[in-house]
């Protein structure tokens, strides 16, 4: 693949840059228009989302923790390692933490 001309990297660039520009102004446009039809139930709307976002928040701190590959969490803070080494994750094969991989 060669390597762009600067007039097409300026075209592109503008390109990019009007679609950028121009979502927000479409969205506003959208959402004006939609809030007529919405403005009579959006209390509700609001409620029912709130309310299940609370009820699957308390619904998974009841759930036990299973923690991912690479989580940190079964490795305690004072470890002697370093920190370079504790901020790499897990390869497979090559575990830093096998006490709290399962992927290796």
Known sequence: MSRPRLSQALGIGI???VVEATTPLLGWLLGSAASRFVA??????????????????????????????????DVPYDTGDSWARMAVPCRRG???RPACCRCC
Do not use: R, T
């Open 15 to 17: 390109l990019f840059g």
């Open 40 to 73: 009579s139930i959006d209390h509700w709307v609001a409620f029912v989302l709130l309310a299940g976002l609370g009820i699957h928040m308390v619904w998974k701190s009841f759930q036990p923790l299973e923690p991912e590959c690479g989580d940190q969490a």
């Open 94 to 96: 090559v575990c830093c």
